[in-house]
């Protein structure tokens, strides 16, 4: 990477507008902040000293959450935690009200999750902050595409010309979305798997690049990474299933499909898993799972991101 790269962005709204070079910046960066929080002792070191950061989180969450917090804390960033619940967002305030009183308020950087694809956007119009996406509904979800792009590297050396299948609730995935961005800028080759209701007619023309296959069984045996994803029962996809026996004699990852992978075949998930459904517990805490390397991952990688975005001076919307 050339001398002079500076990272050029002042949001992190998702993985669709960062260039090949800016993904390698971060997960480089990260590869620092891995070191700092591998140390015996004081895991802290004060790059945000002084600078805000306000956690807005609209949906549940507790792994990302907690990794951002974690991340905050050991860039010595100041802190609050906004419970949306118990704000006045409840109270029928709009967004963009509640964004303009936080803008009132002077914080550093914003990290948001929320329910509506594309809310992010409508806050880094509005305020001065840098924004953070960390879940915009079926949208994107972009530390979480970074880390699993980190473990990758981690694991495997490389990203380029790997190949990757992301397997289940597409439809409604946004960790995928961010990892379609990722994985193919960065040159590796992803088979999105599942059940044809799952896998929508728009994302089939929107990624030409990409294979789309419902049969588990036969692109199994040819991947570099497994990527199990949960069935998001809470954005309905209920009604695009049989049921959770018949999805799972098609999709789960079980001992006797692992039988048909390579050996060394690295098996990821977000989290949170279904044990059970999409994955069985032999599987998920196997010898081939990066499972909880991912959710370590998680924080080094935030860190990076805030680290970037954080310390960024002058003024470009980009
Ligand atoms: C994912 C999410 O919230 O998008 N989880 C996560 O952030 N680790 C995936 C999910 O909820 O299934």
Not at 125 to 131: M, S
Not at 152 to 181: E, F, P, Q, T
Not at 290 to 299: H, P, Y
């Amino acid at each position: 990477m050339s001398e002079r790269y500076i990272f050029p962005h002042k949001h992190l709204l998702g993985i669709e507008p960062l260039s090949a070079q800016d993904i390698t910046a971060i997960l480089d960066q990260a590869e620092a902040f891995e070191e700092v929080c591998e140390r015996p002792d004081i895991k802290i070191v004060p790059a945000l000293r002084k600078r805000l950061v306000v956690n807005l989180f609209f949906e549940n969450s507790t792994r990302t959450r907690n990794s951002f917090e974690i991340a905050e804390k050991r860039l010595s960033a100041e802190i609050i935690n906004f419970d949306a619940n118990a704000s006045a967002l409840a109270k029928g305030e709009t967004l963009v009200d509640t964004a303009l009183n936080l803008e009132a308020m002077r914080p550093d950087l914003t990290v948001m999750r929320h329910s509506a694809a594309g809310a992010h956007a409508l806050l880094a119009r509005h305020i001065k902050a840098g924004v953070i996406n960390a879940g915009d509904g079926a949208h994107e979800h972009p530390t979480q595409a970074l880390l699993d792009a980190y473990t990758l590297r981690k694991r495997l050396g490389r990203l380029d010309g790997l190949k990757v299948a992301i397997v289940g609730d597409i439809r409604h995935s946004r960790v995928v979305r961010s990892n379609l961005w990722l994985l193919t800028k960065m040159g590796a080759k992803v088979t999105l798997v599942g059940p044809p209701t799952l896998l929508p007619t728009e994302m089939k023309e929107a990624w030409p690049t990409v294979d789309f296959s419902y049969d588990l069984d036969a692109v199994l045996p040819e991947q570099d990474a497994i990527m199990m994803l949960r069935i998001q029962f809470e954005r309905g996809t209920g009604q695009f299933i049989p049921g959770q026996g018949e999805y799972a004699r098609f999709y789960q990852l079980n001992a006797a499909r692992m039988k048909r992978a390579k050996k060394d075949v690295v098996v990821m998930h977000p989290g949170p898993m279904n044990r059970g459904v999409e994955i069985t517990s032999d599987v998920a805490d196997g010898p081939n799972n990066v499972i909880l390397d991912q959710v370590t991952n998680g924080v080094p990688v935030r860190m990076a991101v805030l680290y970037l975005l954080g310390v960024r001076r002058g003024d470009s919307e980009a």
